[in-house]
């Protein structure tokens, strides 16, 4: 396997010594270049073409999100933003994340980055082997359904990990205000999901809240697992109940896709869909098998469209998902 070429780039020569130390714990990484600003950065990607960069949000001359932006407009490549868990930060790494960032850590003097740090080097593998299909990630469009509303289903449950924050908020925007209920489980740290359920309301006709336990699931709502928290549907005589959990992680992850489709095929009858997008490792490949094993109807992104096609796939290998859709058929494929 070829080396992973990586530029860092953060005002602080200490942050860049730290990211550095935590990258090159594994061999097969190369850090080719530092750089302070936005415009060593600009100069060093011309000459280095790195396979990676990661990028701080705040740095003099320009900020992060602004070159991001550029980057992934004119010379599109994997991008891993370092930033703090501050509340101004939540917000930005959001938008970092849908302008096109692969994915986001926090930095270690904030709780639990030094933790998040040790995941940099699988991330940075990760991203290479999506540089391909970054490109084209800006442009992907996301068809409105145009089924009758007597052929939705009664329930929708979305998992999605890596990649997922764009593609959530262009689906969404597609969803009509009186959409099915929607439970999405999308791996974020925990300070970032309030910041992401209210980007995804002012993207989405349909009412776009953190999940609450103990709240009915009703139409036009959209239920975004809070992080750091399992979701799952229970009933209560006839009306669908969501719960939260701290249990145990699930495939590493809490929330997990997989506890969410689990009690979506236990506790549902009638028509469901259920859909797993873009995202790392194999949540969810379980419980969307026993959605469909319910008789229930289940999609996975094609490999094509997905930013990083982990979880998708392994659904498909295992028979969970009875078919492949490209993000931009995802809408009309889950209205049905």
């Not at 002012?202 to 699931?217: D, L, N, Q």
């Not at 750091?228 to 495939?251: C, F, M, N, P, W």
Request: aromatic share 4%; proline share 7%.
């Amino acid at each position: 396997m070829s080396s992973t070429r990586v530029l860092v780039v953060d005002d602080s020569a200490t942050m860049r010594a730290l990211i550095r130390h935590a990258l090159e714990a594994d061999p097969r990484i190369e850090i080719v270049g530092e750089a302070a600003d936005p415009m060593q950065a600009r100069q060093a990607i011309k000459v280095l073409d790195p396979d990676v960069v990661t990028l701080d949000i705040e740095m003099p001359g320009m900020n992060g999100l602004e070159f991001l932006d550029k980057i992934m407009r004119l010379r599109p490549t994997p991008v891993i933003m370092v930033s703090t868990l501050t509340q101004p930060g939540q917000a930005a790494t959001i938008e970092a994340l849908r302008l096109g960032a692969f994915e986001c850590v926090p930095k270690p003097s904030a709780a639990g980055g030094r933790d998040t740090f040790a995941l940099l080097p699988a991330l940075v593998h990760e991203a290479k082997r999506a540089r391909n299909q970054i490109a084209g990630s800006r442009d992907r469009q996301i068809s409105a359904p145009q089924t009758a509303q007597t052929a939705w289903p009664d329930l929708i449950g979305i998992g999605s990990s890596t990649g997922g924050v764009e593609v959530l908020i262009a689906l969404l925007a597609q969803f009509p205000a009186n959409t099915p209920p929607v439970m999405i489980v999308q791996h974020l740290p925990a300070s970032f999901t309030a910041s992401f359920a209210a980007r995804l309301d002012r993207a989405s006709p349909a009412k776009v809240v953190e999940a609450r336990s103990g709240e009915p699931v009703l139409p036009g709502h959209v239920y975004l697992a809070p992080g750091g928290r399992h979701l799952s549907v229970r009933r209560s005589g006839t009306k669908l109940i969501a719960s939260l959990s701290d249990e145990d992680t699930v495939q590493g992850h809490r929330p997990s896709v997989d506890v969410l489709f689990h009690s979506i095929a236990k506790t549902c009858e009638g028509r469901v869909t259920g859909a797993i997008l873009t995202g790392m490792g194999r949540d969810g490949a379980d419980g969307l098998l026993a959605m469909r094993r319910k008789g229930f109807r289940t999609l996975a992104q094609d490999e094509a469209t997905s930013l990083v096609y982990g979880m998708p796939r392994v659904a498909w290998e295992i028979g969970a998902a009875e078919k492949r859709v490209p993000i931009g058929g995802m809408a009309k494929a889950i209205f049905n």
